[in-house]
Every structure is written in C-alpha cells, then in structure tokens.
C-alpha cells in the first residue's frame, strides 16, 4: 500500500511563492550552519525493518531554546527504505531539501552537504515552527513527489554539536564515495550530458550542464545523478542533452548544448564553454561551492570555497563574489565550480587547466590533498600543491607574486592568460 499524503503539516504557510524569500538580520529567530555553526544533509538507505514511515526525532536542543539570533549546529538524517530505492537515489532526495526547505514561509536554505544553511525567521519561530516540522515536511513532499522511489521514510535531527560533527564525519565518506562514481568517466565517452535547471526559482536564467567531467556547481549533482534523476522523473530539472557535434574543441562548445541553453534560459545565454571561465563561461548560481577568478598580474587563476571567509587576490570575499557572478549571468573573468571539479581532468583546461592555479584557501588544499598531488603529478609538477599560495602567503596580487616566483610556479611561463 502506497502511502498518499496531500497536506504538509506545519504550522506556516508552505509553496513555491516563497522560494525567493529572505530571512534579514532583524528579522532572524535562530540560524543552522552558514560558518558559524556546521549544517549537514544527508540521506541514507536502510532496511524495510529499520524504518518506521513518518517518524521524526529531534535529539538535542530546539530552536526556541537559543537566544535571539543565535546558532546551532545540525544534522538531518533521512532515512529511506523500500524496495525499489536504490542508493543512486539518495543524492537526489537530499537536493530537494534546498527547495522544499526555502518553501517554508520565514525560512531561507542554502547550500547542500555539510555546507548547509537554514535561517529561521522570528514570524516562523512564533507561528510554533520548530525543527520537527523540517522531518514532517520532507516526509510529506518525498511521498508526494517521489513516492513511486520508496516506501518509508523518516527523520533524525540532531542539534548537539559532538553529535553533529560525527555524522558530518560519516557523511562526507559518503559524499566523496558518490563524487568517485564519476572518476573513470570523460566527456567524450559519452554523447549524452544532462541538464539541472532546479536552481531557476533563484536564479532564471541559470542552467547548469553536467558532463561527467563538470559535474554541477553546488557539487551535489554530478552526471551519474543527474541520469538517475531523470529516470525518477523523465519530466524533472534533469534533461538529457545531446551535446552535437564541438565547435570549439579549447574551451569545449557544442552546438547541441548552446541550443539546449538558449531554450532554457529563454534566450537570455546564447552559448556557454565547457572549460573556460574567460570565454563564454557558464552562468554561475548562488549555490555553488567555490568561485574561481582569473588574477592578471600572476598570469592564473584563483578559486575560494564558501567556507573561507576572509580576503582574496581579486579582491573580493566569496560573499561579494557570489552577489557578482551567481545571478545566473555569464561574467567572463568569473565561474561557480565544484570543489571536486577541481581536479577533474578538464578543469578549466581551455584557459591553462590546473597549472593556471596560483591561489586557494589553506583549508581548500588541505581538503583536496590527496586529488591534488595526483593530479599535480599527472600534469608534471608532483609539487603544484607547495606553489600554490594560500592566504598565509598574502591576500594581495602583489604579496603573492613572489611567492610564486621564488617556487617556480608554471603559470608565470604561460602564455598571457588575457
Ligand atoms: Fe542543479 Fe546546478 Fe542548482 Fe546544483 S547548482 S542544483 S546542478 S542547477
Ligand atoms: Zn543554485
């Protein structure tokens, strides 16, 4: 028997019309995540005796119990079982939580992962909204639009920052396990790419084209996903592409993709590079996890991840980044990427690939260690991760020019990147 619900039990008022909404510092109740505290999503399988359909746990404080304003930490663990759900289907699941989430009048999500962001408006707060209704929410939306996928679901949301730290720990294995499905996968061992246009309701005439070597900006969709997705749902976000013939073979153009992207973003974006961030770059939207940007003077690129909050060498904070070049437009010079994308072979390969890559955040090296030492490798210079300067380094063009100079850093021998 298939479980049919029709209503989303909360106690405020629910729909797409408040997608767009925002949540002002005045007007704030409590926050989750966004760098002060850690928000994570994740959904996992289980067995059919392991999930009791509709339950919801809160384990850890609520948010009427910190003081106006205020943060703290949170997991939400979704748990799926049925007989046809398939681990492929959990990425999907969790996705939605951005959307149906910020659906929630009063309430604004962002990000994805373990770099979540939920802001709870006071209104929403006194309306009785309270962590719970985030389970019951996601319950009742998962039955409704997926519940051909599953047959149970429940909830688990904790608030106790040790508790939350351990299931990021795990659940990071699971993101870096999904990312690595895509490894062995280059674009031209496929004819087929696929669009998500889940971020439009944000940013219109956004649309991201997922190869299996760019895989999508937010880093929660890459090309394996984006499939199962539209064999979930043939008629969703998620479209088969054929990506025709290239017409650039540098920066990665092909005509069956420029006239898919032209249709969806209503003729707003007439052609998009797979791999350049100078030439007809893809729209960036505000969910994406790292920013790159070119930096003149050093001849390369620059890239900072959302969780760095402090100065870069173009001058901007990943925040006034963001407001710059994730309104779904194309900024030649800008481009929302993946932290995985990173050292995916066809980085950013139409402008220098890699090499180009004179700067990052300390904590963004130190995350991507391993990949980027292969890759290094791969290219030539074991080393690049030990030229790339970081912010102990400088934050400045200026300050960081001889740093690079004295490691030798490839970039300054390439051609002029302008
Ligand atoms: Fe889809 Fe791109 Fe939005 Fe990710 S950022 S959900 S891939 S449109
Ligand atoms: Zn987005």
């Given at each position: ?229 539209y064999e979930i749902n043939p008629t969703g ?40 961030l100078l030439v007809d770059p893809m729209t ?101 991760i030990d030229m790339i300067a970081d912010e ?27």
């Amino acid at each position: 028997l298939k479980v049919v619900i029709t209503e989303v039990p909360i106690p405020t008022a629910f729909g797409p019309a408040f997608e767009g909404e925002r949540v002002r510092k005045d007007e704030l109740r409590s926050q989750c995540g966004g760098g002060k505290t850690l928000a994570v999503e994740w959904v996992t399988s289980k067995r059919m005796d392991e999930v009791e359909d509709g339950k919801v746990e809160l384990f850890g404080p609520d948010l009427d119990s910190v003081k106006e304003g205020g943060g703290l930490p949170l997991a939400v663990v979704v748990e799926v079982a049925g007989r046809n759900f398939q681990p492929d289907f959990e990425p999907i699941l969790e996705r939605q939580m951005h959307h149906l989430v910020n659906y929630v009048q009063g309430i604004m999500h962002m990000g994805q992962r373990d770099i979540a962001w939920y802001r709870f408006g006071k209104a929403a707060v006194e309306k009785g909204f309270r962590l719970e209704h985030i389970g019951k929410l996601l319950h009742a939306k998962y039955h409704q639009d997926f519940g051909t996928i599953f047959d149970k679901v429940q909830v688990k949301l904790y608030t106790e920052k040790e508790k939350v730290d351990e299931i990021a720990e795990q659940a990071r294995k699971v993101y870096a396990e999904r990312d690595a499905r895509i490894e062995g996968m280059t674009d031209e061992t496929t004819d087929i790419f696929y669009s998500c246009t889940l971020c439009q309701s944000f940013a219109p005439t956004h649309v991201c084209v997922v190869s299996p070597e760019r895989t999508g900006l937010c880093g929660a969709y890459n090309w394996m996903d984006c499939k199962a997705s539209y064999e979930i749902n043939p008629t969703g976000p998620n479209q088969p592409v054929a990506k025709g013939n290239m017409t650039d073979e540098r920066y990665g153009k092909f005509d069956g993709v420029d006239a898919f992207v032209q249709k969806a973003s209503r003729q707003a974006i007439n052609t998009v590079s797979f791999y350049s961030l100078l030439v007809d770059p893809m729209t960036t939207c505000g969910c994406c996890e790292c920013i790159a940007s070119v930096l003149p003077m050093c001849n390369g690129v620059m890239t900072v991840h959302r969780d760095y909050t402090g100065e870069t060498p173009c001058g901007m904070k990943f925040t006034t980044l963001a407001g710059t070049a994730g309104g779904g437009l194309q900024t030649p010079g800008f481009v929302g990427h993946s932290k995985y994308n990173i050292c995916q072979r066809k980085y950013l390969v139409g402008d220098g690939g890699l090499l180009r890559m004179v700067w990052m955040p300390k904590s963004l090296k130190e995350e991507l260690r391993e990949r980027l030492i292969k890759r290094g490798e791969e290219l030539g210079y074991p080393n690049l991760i030990d030229m790339i300067a970081d912010e102990t380094v400088g934050v400045t063009e200026d300050a960081i020019y001889p740093f690079l100079e004295e490691k030798g850093h490839p970039a300054l021998t390439m051609e002029s990147i302008l």
